[in-house]
């Protein structure tokens, strides 16, 4: 929807272009108190802390919940007696 209202917006360039182009910030009309710089800034931030936070992801590793290491233990402690009672 469309109105006939201007608003101020900051477009900020992505530094990461995999992820998103552009970030779009709408600002309040009333300012917030705070200069253009620190909006500016502000708006370069949380672009780049998104683009950090929601960029490639490492594949995961497999790891070992508490009951697999349980099991893993019965497993060789079981091995080492079946060992043990052929000696």
């Not at 800034?41 to 919940?65: D, I, N, S, W």
Request: proline fraction near 6%; aromatic fraction near 8%.
């Amino acid at each position: 929807m469309v109105k006939g209202v201007s608003r101020r917006v900051i477009v900020v360039d992505s530094p990461d272009p995999n992820i998103f182009e552009q970030a779009i910030f709408i600002l309040r009309s009333d300012g917030g108190g705070v200069s253009q710089q620190q909006v500016v800034e502000q708006a370069q931030r949380v672009a780049k802390c998104y683009a950090r936070t929601h960029g490639l992801q490492r594949p995961h590793r497999f790891r070992m919940t508490p009951p697999l290491w349980v099991a893993l233990g019965c497993a060789i402690i079981g091995a080492v007696w079946a060992i043990a009672s052929f000696l």
